[in-house]
């Protein structure tokens, strides 16, 4: 589990300063937990779609929490802007991108390659 958190809490910073330039400490947190979360529902039998919608689900839901505790005032990111936000802190369009990395940590994570 430990491993699990430091890959996810120095991973996904990561990609946020590729992605965007910047990241925010709360986002190592959020990222550990994330993919403490994705090994948990990956060691369930369900099948592929349905571990990948349960992996975007609790990202998302690690994102909502992050946000109403550390981005409240929005100055980490917002959603605002995007349609079907909540809160500005979580939107469909990046549970459609947190499918695609609970799908990518999928596969990687059954073919033994993390």
């Known amino acids: 589990m430990i491993k699990s958190f430091l890959l996810g809490a120095g991973g996904y910073p990561l990609l ?4 965007r330039g910047r990241t925010h400490p709360a986002m190592g947190l959020a990222g550990g937990l994330g993919l403490i979360a994705l ?4 060691r369930g039998r369900r099948s592929l779609p349905g571990r990948v919608i349960r992996g975007a689900c609790a990202i ?4 909502y929490i992050t946000g109403l505790i550390f ?7 917002d959603y605002r802007g995007a349609r079907g936000h ?3 802190q979580v939107c469909p369009r990046f549970f459609l991108v947190w499918m695609g ?7 990687l ?6």
């Open 16 to 19: 946020e300063i590729l992605y």
């Open 86 to 88: 909540i809160q500005g």
């Open 109 to 114: 994570s059954r073919k033994n390659m993390l």
């Open 60 to 63: 998302t839901a690690i994102e």
């Open 101 to 107: 990395l609970a799908a990518a940590y999928t596969f």
């Open 39 to 42: 090994n948990r529902i990956n």
């Open 71 to 77: 981005n409240r005032r929005h100055r980490i990111w």
